[in-house]
Each structure stands twice: as C-alpha cells, then as structure tokens.
C-alpha cells in the first residue's frame, strides 16, 4: 500500500464529530427546575470523554419545546455517555419535570448547514435539493478565490500542499459563515416547500 494509500485509510477511519438535538416540552410551572437539571446535566457531561459541548435553547414561544444541543467527538463517546449511570438517574430526574420523553435527531455533513437546532425535526430537505443550494454557494465563492490569488503569482508558487489547505480553508470559512446562511434563508421555501393542501 502506498504512502497516499495509507493516509487516506487514516483518514476515512479517523471518527467523525456527532452532534445531537433533544427537544422536550417542559411542564408549565416546572421550566426553571427543567432549565437547572440540564445544566446540571452539562456539567457531567464535562467529565465524560469526547465532550465538545453543550447548549439549552429555550422556547420562542411558551409551551414549545426546549432543545438541548450536544456535541461529541465520535458516535462512540456519545454511546458511552447514553449507556451510563449518570444519564439515567439525570434522565429520572428529568422526567418529573417534562411533560414527553425527548426527540433525538442526529446532524452530520451538509445537513448541519441546511438544518439548525431551531428547525423541527420533521423538516428535513431533500439531499438533492441541499447538492444544489450548495453548489450554488460554491460555485460563485471558488469563482471568487481562483480570480484572486491569479493576481497574486507568489500564491500559485507555494507548495502543492499549503497552497491547497490555505485556499481550501478560506472557502470553508466563507461558505460558513458568509454565503450559506444567507443563502439557505433565501431558498428556505425551496428547500422546504410546503405540502400541498
């Protein structure tokens, strides 16, 4: 196997980060006991190895639902944390003060992009749909660089590899937090067209 080979096995072995959503009603009444378990929830979490950190959003409105936001270092880490004591006796706790059990949606790749925490589980575009908004984002912003750094020949002169990470990484920058939210906002309605009557 060849040195190319064996990085590129590295690589797609390596795990990838999993972030996951609960939504759940707290009871009226209860929502500032419900908001300190899950903080205390948070804080045992940090104990728990691969933790990348948490996040409670409360409802827009009252009576909607809270979504606790968890984000860890592989499907793994997440696993042990599910499986263990603690979860459970927090999740007991829980339970005296919420009116459902949780709703657990799982993003990855390009979804994370098109589906924020905010956004109903049941609101899910189609990949095609995504391929294409995304394609509309890249196209222009890959346009953009490749016309800039050809104005700048020392550029063109790096390195293969430093070259390619530099441009690779302004593209990722730009696509987060310039042009895909701006861009999913416009063709919200497309990519979540509603259902006909």
Avoid: C
């Avoid at 691969?50 to 880490?77: K, R, T």
């Amino acid at each position: 196997m060849s040195e190319t080979s064996k990085a590129a096995a590295v690589v797609s072995a390596a795990p990838a980060p999993v972030t996951r959503i609960a939504r759940r009603h707290a009871r009226p009444g209860h929502e500032s006991q419900y908001e300190v378990l899950i903080r205390e929830m948070f804080g045992k979490m940090r104990a728990f190895r691969g933790f990348m950190g948490a996040e409670l959003i409360p409802p827009h409105q009252p009576g909607d639902a809270y979504q606790v936001v968890v984000n860890f270092a592989s499907e793994a880490d997440l696993q042990v944390w599910d499986e263990s004591a603690v979860r459970k006796e927090m999740h007991g706790r829980m339970r005296e003060v919420a009116e459902d059990e949780p709703e657990y949606r799982r993003l990855s790749g390009l979804e994370a992009w098109f589906t924020g925490a905010v956004v109903p589980a049941s609101m899910h575009p189609p990949r095609f749909r995504m391929a294409v908004v995304t394609w509309m984002g890249i196209f222009p912003v890959v346009s953009f660089y490749l016309w800039l750094v050809s104005l700048w020949p020392g550029f063109v002169e790096l390195p293969f590899l430093p070259r390619t990470a530099v441009f690779t990484a302004v593209i990722v920058v730009t696509m987060t937090w310039v042009v895909m939210p701006r861009l999913t906002k416009l063709m919200r309605g497309w990519l979540n067209p509603k259902p006909k009557q």
